[in-house]
């Protein structure tokens, strides 16, 4: 079990992780308003990605992603659909989930919903009030910031620079700006409510994220994450909420970079792959998932089709080293020829590429440092291809790599439909739909193709059919 070190936001130091124990991993996930965006799926991926890589290493890690299902914004949302917010709000989370589930990391261990927190959220206020931490104010509850003396320790801010982003209208109610809301009163707009001592109304943001990641992993779990835009005021406010209730939050604090476009750039059909289902269509899902890890977690990633394109190229040059291997035939340089038998000296080559999946997972172990990592992929790869390494030593250590970051399907590079007429046929009609800019037919097409057990994925060869994973 290698020792794995992330960077904490809230001490700023490497942190290493407790060997043997159980790792809560709380993550926090979309508000599902909308479909979800690219930026969306980075937290996704790294955390979903982290947790495998702990699991490779022998740790026992819990990863909870949560789904915010009551928010202003969903009710807004609905409304402008003309559907009701809970109808809405579920039809989201579910299209949240396929969308997820075509980047093909797997799903998190737990995924809490908003709705179904309500009774825990409603506990956990009236402990702040009994405590002191926070106040009824004409049907609303507040969180009494100056009784905290901690808060602002994450985001390092001083009070004059904070603003919790809450609607004008609550001012009125806050006996200190600097307060934010747990309870909304109900609003006659609004077409859902719950019961609580305060009155019928529902749950602020952040207070659901302190009672699910306490239910789910206990007090004083070991990783919080999210997008570094969470640090102020949501993250700040989760830890108000829980240790001001008397118990310890998370130990360490793990911030994934913001996704940042070029608006300039983004013509409208371009804007268009910024959402994660039409970036999926567009560049298949082993390029969309190499992208997300192509940088570190911490840093910001540049998006647009540039990159991506650039994505798909790393992708194919990954798979071609498959393809070059021919399926199930001896592999290398001295095919056929009978490897380890006696008087057979031991090679540099099998040192070398064993070396490169130990500094692979070292980079991994090393604040997840991704990118590093996959260089380690890619020399090795090259050295395969140039014959410095043999390729039946490489192949394995490069497709252990692969399954780690979830890229295990480059390694299938011929699984296709050749055999399916019916689903070739739709493949074309497709990129037709594609070229003719209608994407309601080329989404309703996919969709078809799905349920037939396909999806499409785009290469540098053009569109192929691979079995849905
Ligand atoms: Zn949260």
Redesign the pocket.
């Known amino acids: 079990m290698r020792e794995v070190r992330i960077k904490d936001t809230l001490s700023g130091e490497l942190r290493s992780l407790e060997a043997g124990s159980e790792v809560g991993i709380y993550a926090?996930g979309p508000t599902v308003y909308s479909r979800i965006h690219i930026g969306n799926a980075r937290p996704f991926v790294v955390f979903s990605l982290f947790a495998r890589f702990l699991r490779s290493e022998g740790y026992r890690p819990k990863l909870v992603v949560?789904v915010t299902d009551i928010n202003d914004k969903i009710y807004v949302a609905a409304a402008t659909a003309g559907k009701g917010s809970e109808e809405f709000a579920a039809a989201m989370t579910r299209a949240y989930v396929e969308d997820t589930d075509r980047l093909g990391v797997g799903r998190p261990d737990s995924e809490p919903l908003a709705s179904e927190t309500v009774g825990g959220i409603v506990s956990l206020i009236a402990e702040l009030v009994d405590g002191g931490h926070a106040y009824e104010s004409g049907g609303d509850v507040y969180y009494r910031v100056r009784s905290f003396g901690n808060y602002g320790k994450l985001s390092n801010r001083r009070p004059e620079d904070m603003d919790q982003g809450e609607d004008a209208g609550s001012a009125s109610l806050k006996e200190d700006r600097l307060d934010f809301a747990l309870w909304k009163a109900h609003k006659p707009a609004e077409d859902t409510s719950w019961d609580s001592p305060w009155g019928p109304g529902r749950p602020a943001w952040?207070i659901?994220?302190s009672v699910m990641a306490e239910q789910e992993l206990g007090a004083g779990f070991a990783i919080h994450g999210?997008g570094s835009d969470?640090v102020f005021p949501?993250?700040e406010n989760?830890i108000a909420q829980s240790e001001g209730a008397g118990r310890p939050f998370a130990k360490i604090w793990m911030h994934n970079g913001m996704i940042e476009t070029d608006a300039a750039k983004m013509s409208k059909s371009e804007g268009n792959i910024f959402q994660l289902s039409k970036a999926l269509d567009a560049y298949g899902r082993e390029a969309v998932v190499a992208y997300l890890i192509s940088g570190h977690y911490r840093q910001p990633l540049a998006f647009g089709p540039e990159q991506m394109e650039e994505a798909v190229a790393r992708v194919e040059r990954l798979r071609n080293f498959f393809r070059d291997q021919g399926l199930g035939e001896p592999v290398g340089g001295s095919a056929g020829k009978q490897r380890g038998g006696p008087g057979d000296p031991p090679t540099g080559a099998q040192t070398g590429a064993a070396a490169r999946g130990e500094a692979f997972r070292d980079a991994l172990a090393d604040d997840f440092n991704t990118p590093r990592a996959l260089a380690e992929a890619f020399e090795l790869v090259g050295e395969a291809n140039r014959g410095e390494v043999d390729k039946g030593e490489a192949a394995p250590v490069v497709a252990e790599m692969l399954d780690l970051v979830g890229l295990s399907t480059l390694t299938q590079p011929d699984e296709g439909a050749e055999g399916d007429e019916r689903a070739l046929q739709l493949m074309e009609e497709r990129e037709r739909a594609r070229a003719e800019k209608d994407f309601a037919r080329a989404d309703a097409i996919r969709d078809e193709l799905a349920e037939m057990g396909w999806t499409v994925r785009d290469s540098a060869d053009g569109p192929q059919l691979v079995p849905k994973a």
């Open positions: 926090c949560n952040h659901e994220c999210g969470l949501h993250h989760e």
